[in-house]
Nanobody
Framework: VQLQASGGGLVQAGGSLRLSCAPS????????VAWFRQAPGLEREFVAA?????????LYADSVKGRFTISRDNAKKAVYLQMNSLESEDTAVYYC????????????????????WGQGTQVTVSS
């Protein structure tokens, strides 16, 4: 299974971007899907998570809560990350990730929970 992430780019502080993530196969249901990011020299960190189908949970890192929104399009089998009020600290490579099976919500913030990873898309916020 491959995950295709897109939508990154260069934006000024205060601007917006929308990232998209789509799987190569349509067999995901209650699996979790998340966005992580990694800035140079730092560890990969959790940004937001939801599920491909079922109860539309939304988890966010404290640093993005109120500015980022994760959503999904069941018909297109795609997940989006709408990023508003972007800050220079948001500059990173953003990765889409999915679990292979259902995983409890308590584990969805952990990098090790996810089985499939996209190639990453660069987001650069200029101040």
């Amino acid at each position: 299974v491959q995950l295709q992430a897109s939508g990154g780019g260069l934006v000024q502080a205060g601007g917006s971007l929308r990232l998209s993530c789509a799987p190569s196969e349509r067999r995901f249901s209650r699996n979790a899907v998340a966005w992580f990011r990694q800035a140079p020299g730092l560890e990969r960190e959790f940004v937001a998570a939801t599920r491909w189908e079922g109860v539309p949970i939304q988890l966010y890192a404290d640093s993005v809560k109120g500015r980022f929104t994760i959503s999904r399009d069941n018909a297109k089998k795609a997940v989006y990350l709408q990023m508003n009020s972007l800050e220079s600290e948001d500059t990173a490579v953003y990765y889409c990730a999915s679990t292979r099976d259902y995983v409890h919500i308590s584990r969805l913030r952990e990098v090790g929970t996810y089985d499939y990873w996209g190639q990453g898309t660069q987001v650069t916020v200029s101040s």
